[in-house]
């Protein structure tokens, strides 16, 4: 039976139970997305993908500035080629698509989030909305997604500056240092929970989020100084700086006890949920147990070592940025589920998705990587900055870029003897107050054409014309209330 001492610290190589564990976090908040009554805890998937997320970097960065080779151009620059790609096509399409199907209101909103996306601080945008991460409102959002990016970037703008001062810590103060910034966060993370009768601060604070990427930080942190300090090989486990097992059967029980605490919170968890708060230690804990056993427990090596695992798992990050327009922009096309037909079904979009991460992965992403020319990295932050003005731009003028916009404007009726002005009071719709001139029989003439363009069931004979005079429609069925108006003046009910 091989000793853990061995098998304990990795060196930093490719571990493909890594990206095994990615794929265990991506499908289920996929899967959400799409199917959100049939999974409706899978966003936890978001939470292991930090934990993932703090380790990997961490590691490259321990080595670095024990090494002295640790640049923060050099750092920032392998980001950008990592992150920059496929992000751009993403947002070029959902530009181009909002541009298409979205009326100005919503246009400019996504444009606002696609500005703070540019600048990683979707987050930050969102969360000073009026509505919570699992609001229906919000999720009208094609970008809303990219508020976990602002996160991870957010942190990543003061880590690497930490890690070059633990490099030159005593083990101890360099532990006791990390433990400490994971409690701060943990405790910011708990006391935004409610905080103002909402849970979006603690959802999407930063600060509030930083200590799940800090725990993979630490497993960082301790896997290094395993490789790095032989003195370490002969002291008691009870002395070492965080306590190990010593036995394959105690890697694969925490294995085992990792997957549950993940299992755990997808059975447990649902968006009424007071999450993150104490909720969250679920899948932290259970992907910290998986990275710390290391690759040779029988789970890591042979369900997340698993070749298909190992696939999806590269495709992660491109599934998570594509999957999410598609999936809005197919409800926004076809509201009504039942007329939405299969090619527009959320199946046939993670299908597409699927299809797209392929394509952007190995046809842009990984050649942009690793592109030795240094025009690479200029490039892509010229292109991002281009995004940033194209957005600001639509802010400040989205009528001119919404196609649905102008073709509603472009069919409106005008009527040269109607007068519009402002009503003192309750607004009136008695046969006095009537226009003289109503345009119900301009709209009949139009036989409704823009109605098959939105997917709504509302059969011709049954559409209620404009009266001069109030009217009650079902008499006697008043609790029937479901009301379709359509036409841009208003409705007092």
């Known amino acids: 039976m091989k000793d853990i001492e061995d098998a304990a610290p990795h060196p930093i190589k490719y571990r493909a139970d890594i990206d095994g564990l990615r794929t265990l976090a991506v499908v289920p908040v996929i899967l959400f997305h799409a199917y959100p009554e049939i999974f409706p805890s899978g966003f936890i998937g978001v939470d292991v993908f930090f934990v993932i997320s703090g380790y990997l970097i961490s590691s490259i960065l321990f080595k670095e500035c024990t090494k002295g080779t640790f640049t923060y151009g050099s750092f920032y620059s392998r980001r950008i080629r990592r992150i920059y790609p496929t992000l751009l096509l993403v947002l070029s399409l959902t530009f181009w698509l909002g541009c298409l199907y979205m009326l100005s209101a919503k246009l400019q909103a996504l444009a606002t989030t696609m500005l703070a996306g540019t600048m990683f601080s979707a987050n930050l945008q969102v969360m000073l909305l009026d509505r919570g991460y699992f609001d229906d409102d919000i999720k009208e959002n094609p970008l809303l997604h990219l508020w976990s990016l602002g996160v991870e970037e957010q942190f990543y703008i003061f880590w690497p500056c930490f890690v070059s001062i633990l490099t030159r810590l005593s083990v101890r103060s360099a532990v006791v240092m990390q433990v400490a910034v994971l409690a701060l966060s943990f405790t910011c993370n708990i006391f ?40 370490y090989a002969s002291v008691p486990t009870s002395s070492k700086p965080v306590s190990k097992p010593t036995s394959d059967h105690q890697t694969t029980a925490l294995s085992w006890v990792g997957l549950g605490c993940i299992l755990l919170g997808f059975a447990c968890l649902e968006e009424s949920s007071a999450f993150p708060g104490y909720w969250a230690v679920l899948p932290t804990l259970g992907a910290a147990l998986l990275i710390f056993v290391g690759p040779t427990p029988w789970f890591n090596q042979s369900v997340l070592s698993l070749p298909s695992m190992v696939f999806v798992g590269k495709l992660s990050y491109a599934l998570y940025l594509w999957h999410w327009p598609l999936l809005v922009f197919a409800k926004l096309r076809f509201p009504n589920p039942d007329l939405r037909p ?45 995004m940033s003005i194209l957005a600001g731009i639509i802010i400040a003028s989205p009528d001119s870029f919404s196609y649905s916009q102008q073709a509603m404007n472009a069919r409106a009726v005008l009527t040269p003897n ?11 719709v008695s046969r006095e107050n009537a226009p003289k001139e109503p345009t119900h029989a301009s709209i009949s003439a139009a036989e409704l054409d823009i109605l098959p363009d939105i997917g709504l069931p509302i059969p011709k004979q049954h559409v209620v014309e404009y009266s001069a005079e109030g009217r009650l429609i ?16 208003h409705l007092d009910m």
């Open 474 to 489: 079902n008499p006697g069925q008043e609790d029937r209330a479901l009301v379709i108006a359509l036409g841009d003046a």
């Open 342 to 386: 299969n090619y527009m079904t959320p199946m046939a979009m993670l299908g597409l998705a699927f299809v797209l991460s392929l394509s952007s992965l190995y046809h842009v992403e990984n050649s942009l990587r690793r592109h030795k020319g240094r025009w690479v990295v200029p490039a892509l932050m010229g292109c991002m900055l281009g």
């Open 418 to 428: 109607v007068t519009v002005g402002l009503v003192p009071d309750i607004p009136n």
């Open 192 to 231: 935004f929970l409610g905080f103002h009768g909402t849970n979006k601060f603690s959802f999407y604070f930063p600060l509030s989020r930083f200590w799940q990427m800090g725990v993979g930080g630490l497993l960082a942190y301790v896997n290094h100084i395993r490789l790095t300090q032989t003195q």
